[in-house]
Structures are given as structure tokens and as C-alpha cells.
T-cell receptor
Framework: GQQLNQSPQSMFIQEGEDVSMNCTSSSIFNTWLWYKQDPGEGPVLLIALYKAGELTSNGRLTAQFGITRKDSFLNISASIPSDVGIYFC???????????FGTGTRLKVLA | EAGVAQSPRYKIIEKRQSVAFWCNPISGHATLYWYQQILGQGPKLLIQFQNNGVVDDSQLPKDRFSAERLKGVDSTLKIQPAKLEDSAVYLCATQGRRNTGELFFGEGSRLTVL
């Protein structure tokens, strides 16, 4: 099935650094969801975005719905060790009801 | 509010055996999804229910996979007979607002087929 292009695939960062990741598509999306998945657990919803240009924060996390409606960004400020995990984006293409998932960004934080 | 409940958390079977997974959605959530997540990949949709009706099962391998949603609440996903490539995590997700709202996932059922 179709998947979104999510980058980077993985990243190693130092504790305290900021992190940026994004998802892009050739299609227009109506909704973007960002999830974090820890090993052995299900994805946990972090942020939901519904309008182009929307910028939403959840603690140290900030996500944006791209103006073109074809991309979304997630930023994590001042990373801490518990930020380790896999971050997935999920988008709802315009005119459909089926979410498409990104391939995931694996984040490792070095103390 | 209780989250999405799934069981079993882990299951190991031999190929050609059968297995069933159970999901109890968040109370009041009409839409329920089963996803398959292979290691290192994002979730892939298998089937979507709206109440007790199937909305989309186009990616469900119907020769071996089946799913039902009894009375529009709990759901079961069955694999019979299992193949090695079915080894994955099976995630149940539910949604409150029809089709455009947030998806909430359960912890998943990890299947290993030997």
C-alpha cells in the first residue's frame, strides 16, 4: 500500500538538542496525525492537525500542517532520554477516509 | 476513559495453525480498524468497520484472514492458516468522529509464526 515519505529515517542526537522531522506526499491531505511508538507498544497520538498552516504544540512538541497541504513537520525541543522511540506521521488524503502512514523516524537520544 | 484494549499481547504459533485476536474499543467509538505492522514499517490497514458493518476490507487477505465486529462493539481478527510472513504486530484502532478524527491505538498483539 501507499506510504508517505518520512524523513529522516533515523537520527542520533545529544540530550538537550532540538529535533525536526517531516512527512511529504504528492497528494493533498485534509488531516495530519503524529504518533510516538515505544518498543512493544502501540502508537500514541501526540498531535492532530486539521487546517493548512495550523501550528499546534503539546509540551515540547510542535507540529505544523504545511501550507501546500502536502506536508507536515514535527519539532521536539530540548530532547530528553524518554523521547527515544519511533515517530510516525499519518495523513488523510483529500476525498478519502483511509489514513496513510509514514515509514517512521527512529530517534535515539544520547545522554 | 479506558483506552483500546487488545489481547493477547503475544502469541507464538507454528505455520498452518490458526490464531485469533480480540479488540475492545473506546466506549462510543463507532469506527474500528485493524492494522498489520511488520517490523520496521508503518501500520498497514487490513479492515475498517463502521459500527458492525465492513467499510473497507480491500487489503485483507481473505483466503486466510477474517474479521468480525459483534454488535458493533468488540472485534476479532482471525488468521487461518497462518504463514511465516504473517509474523507482525496486529494493531486495533478506534475513532470517535466519523472518518476524519483522531485514531487511538491499542497496545497491539505481537504474532510470531514459526
Amino acid at each position: 500500500g501507499q506510504q508517505l515519505n518520512q524523513s529522516p529515517q533515523s537520527m542520533f542526537i545529544q540530550e538537550g538538542e532540538d529535533v525536526s522531522m517531516n512527512c511529504t506526499s504528492s497528494s493533498i491531505f485534509n488531516t495530519w496525525l503524529w504518533y510516538k511508538q515505544d518498543p512493544g507498544e502501540g502508537p500514541v497520538l501526540l498531535i492532530a492537525l486539521y487546517k493548512a498552516g495550523e501550528l499546534t504544540s503539546n509540551g515540547r512538541l510542535t507540529a505544523q500542517f504545511g501550507i501546500t497541504r502536502k506536508d507536515s513537520f514535527l519539532n521536539i525541543s530540548a530532547s530528553i532520554p524518554s523521547d527515544v522511540g519511533i515517530y510516525f506521521c499519518a495523513g488523510l488524503p483529500s476525498g478519502t477516509y483511509k489514513y496513510i502512514f509514514g515509514t517512521g523516524t527512529r530517534l535515539k537520544v544520547l545522554a | 476513559e479506558a483506552g483500546v484494549a487488545q489481547s493477547p499481547r503475544y502469541k507464538i504459533i507454528e505455520k498452518r495453525q490458526s490464531v485469533a485476536f480480540w479488540c475492545n474499543p473506546i466506549s462510543g467509538h463507532a469506527t474500528l480498524y485493524w492494522y498489520q505492522q511488520i517490523l520496521g514499517q508503518g501500520p498497514k490497514l487490513l479492515i475498517q468497520f463502521q459500527n458492525n458493518g465492513v467499510v473497507d476490507d480491500s487489503q485483507l487477505p481473505k483466503d486466510r484472514f477474517s474479521a468480525e465486529r459483534l454488535k458493533g462493539v468488540d472485534s476479532t481478527l482471525k488468521i487461518q492458516p497462518a504463514k511465516l510472513e504473517d509474523s507482525a504486530v496486529y494493531l486495533c484502532a478506534t475513532q470517535g468522529r466519523r472518518n476524519t478524527g483522531e485514531l487511538f491505538f491499542g497496545e497491539g498483539s505481537r504474532l510470531t509464526v514459526l
